[in-house]
């Protein structure tokens, strides 16, 4: 099992539609949790984090934490072709390494 | 204040020969990371430092790859003998550490390695 998994995708939406991107993790321990943002050719861009279980808004974007499920999502609100690109869920462990998982590529089509 | 910064942005090197990429961390992050993506793959975690720790290696493909961090500065990424296959953009990130959003890395612009 991996470390943390993702659905790979593609995951197409129709534009202003609700996105949902999915992570689990194995590692019971980990504490904080990261949703990173990737373009095609970019490097990863920091979207958002959350370490309390609940909801966390910011914006168009909604992460959600369940530690006792080991699940991580974000929903991407009025989803726009902009928002087009591979999301990233990295789990940071107690000793403070983040792991990656694999990405989920979302298609926002105009 | 500056961001990540890496150094050459793109290196085109002949099968065989050794390449180093160096790596330049935010100011006072303790915790810096190397990272290979191939071309549509994702993150290749590869080796960690944090502040005097010794090195998490565990990512590092074969024993051509080895990194070396000076105190909490900057990194350089050395690959010896290098094989097509390590053809690949290799990120760097650097993070304060210190649990919750501190673990937040920072990218840099990456090193696109072509090996002919």
């Known amino acids: 099992q991996k470390e943390v998994e993702q659905n790979s995708g593609p995951l197409s939406v129709p534009e202003g539609a609700i996105a949902s991107l999915n992570c689990t993790y194995s590692?019971?321990?980990?504490?904080?949790f990261f949703w990173y943002r990737q373009y095609s050719g970019k490097s990863p861009e920091l979207i958002m984090f959350i370490y309390s279980n609940g909801d966390k808004e910011d914006g168009r974007f909604t992460a959600q934490l369940n530690k006792a499920s080991q699940y991580v999502s974000l929903l991407i609100r009025d989803s726009q072709p902009s928002d087009s690109a591979t999301y990233l869920c990295a789990v940071a462990n107690q000793g403070g390494k983040l792991i990656f998982g694999q990405g989920t590529e979302l298609s926002v089509k105009p | 204040g500056a961001g990540v910064s890496q150094s050459p942005s793109n290196k085109v090197t002949e099968k065989g020969k050794d390449v180093e990429l160096r790596c330049d961390p935010i100011s006072g992050h303790t915790a810096l990371y190397w990272y290979r993506q191939r071309l549509g793959q994702g993150l290749e975690f590869l080796i960690y430092f944090q502040g005097n720790s010794a090195p998490d290696k565990s990512g590092l493909p074969s024993d051509r790859f080895s990194a070396e961090r000076t105190g909490e500065s900057v990194s350089t990424l050395t690959i010896q003998r290098t094989q097509q296959e390590d053809s690949a953009v290799y990120l760097c990130a650097s993070s304060s550490f210190g649990g919750g959003s501190t673990d937040t890395q920072y990218f840099g612009p990456g090193t696109r390695l072509t090996v002919l």
């Open positions: 590692d019971r321990g980990s504490q904080s």
